[in-house]
């Protein structure tokens, strides 16, 4: 009996379908949980199917890798989720090329903020230079800051989970902030959660309405173009790589 | 569904193309929602085919979904995370609402100064035959 576990355990861990179907079944796990609490924001779908995800693995002592294996066609769908942003950016499209000015002064300040904050802070608080190099592009979406981070000196497999641990910080803290700065335009809102954390911090815009989550798309788009020339250029500067 | 699909990873295969051409410094996908978008404007005038529309609604209504299986990958860096925790944090946490309050702030600021706008609502692009300008 438990040999007969045992073989069907050692067979199906080294299958793709079973991690591809764990790393659903966390993330449905999480989303309900978060649902049916309301939508508390500290209880993020992401965070906990992470956190059950790596405690599983851990337990069963599987290596990323063959994790990867399996999450893989997971991951693969964020490109062309990337490319689908496109949709909500021309459903919205009269109303952006209106504020395009806003639009462009907003992209800068929080690009910049987010780069050089990051860095000044874990350089302050003594972080190695590997990991300050690491943090740099962590409010872009991850493909494009794991090609930042090597590009400078970076770490890209930390480079991708610092952005997603900035993404979940943003979806957690930010729509608090901005209720807490008297900040209600859907526009600005959904625009501030997209620039400083990316496709996580869209994902929580959605929720909060579509005109939300357009303007957070748009974003990402942005943000990834301006933080690829901007961060290799600062790092050059600051005479860190 | 399937042409909407192969509309999807055909912007992506394209962008991912022009970026091996041009070695630009944007990531295919990224310049593929461009080509999406520019063509969606200026050829199909802002109407979205509506299996187009549905299945990015589907794709992106579980957005956060996409980044488990990199998340997961802190357990690679643990060790790190453990030596440098204070400052990784710290960053993390201030450097994020920073941002989002930068961003807010300073677009807001402008919005305020520029002259309320005649509404045409907001809906499926603005139908009325002008160019739309990437």
Same mark, same amino acid.
């Given at each position: 009996?438990? #040999? ?31 649902? +049916?609490?309301?939508?508390? +924001? ?22 990323? +890798? #063959?994790? =990867? %294996?399996?999450?893989? =066609? ?11 942003? +496109? ?62 981070? %090597? ?32 900040? #209600? %335009? ?19 815009? =959605? ?7 357009? =303007? ?26 | ?134």
């Amino acid at each position: 009996m438990d #040999r007969n576990l045992l073989d069907i355990w050692v067979y199906l861990s080294a299958q793709p379908l079973l991690w591809l179907a764990v790393t659903l079944a966390a993330y449905l796990a999480g989303y309900r949980l978060f649902m +049916a609490s309301h939508q508390r +924001a500290w209880l993020n779908p992401v965070a906990l199917a992470i956190l059950l995800i790596a405690g599983l693995l851990a337990v069963t002592g599987t290596p990323y +890798a #063959r994790y =990867f %294996e399996g999450a893989q =066609f997971v991951h693969f769908l964020l490109g062309p989720a990337t490319v689908a942003l +496109a949709v909500p950016l021309v459903r919205h499209w009269a109303r952006i090329r209106r504020m395009w000015l806003p639009l462009a002064v907003g992209l800068v300040a929080g690009s910049l903020t987010a780069a050089l904050s990051a860095m000044a802070i874990a350089w302050g608080l003594g972080a190695s230079l590997r990991t300050v190099l690491s943090m740099a592009p962590k409010s872009v979406t991850t493909p494009v800051a794991m090609g930042i981070a %090597e590009k400078i000196g970076g770490l890209p497999s930390l480079t991708a989970v610092l952005v997603i641990l900035t993404g979940i910080v943003g979806a957690v803290l930010g729509p608090g902030l901005l209720a807490r700065l008297g900040i #209600r %335009e859907d526009e600005v809102r959904g625009y501030a959660l997209g620039v400083a954390a990316h496709g996580i911090g869209t994902a929580r815009a =959605f929720q909060l309405g579509s005109l939300c989550g357009a =303007f957070a798309g748009l974003a990402i788009g942005l943000n990834a173009l301006l933080t690829a020339l901007l961060v290799p250029l600062l790092a050059s500067m600051l005479g860190l790589s | 569904m399937v042409p909407a699909l192969l509309c999807l990873l055909g912007c992506q295969l394209l962008g991912e193309a022009l970026v091996q051409l041009t070695r630009a410094p944007v990531p295919g996908p990224v310049l593929g929602m461009l080509l999406l978008a520019l063509w969606l404007g200026l050829v199909a005038r802002g109407r979205i085919p509506a299996a187009l529309g549905q299945t990015a609604d589907v794709l992106l209504a579980h957005l956060s979904l996409l980044f488990v299986p990199a998340g997961v990958g802190v357990m690679l860096h643990l060790q790190r995370i453990a030596a440098e925790w204070l400052a990784i944090v710290a960053a993390l946490v201030l450097s994020t609402l920073l941002a989002i309050a930068a961003t807010a702030i300073a677009m807001r600021a402008v919005l305020r100064r520029l002259p309320p706008p005649a509404d045409d609502g907001d809906g499926d692009g603005d139908g009325d035959g002008r160019d739309v300008h990437g």
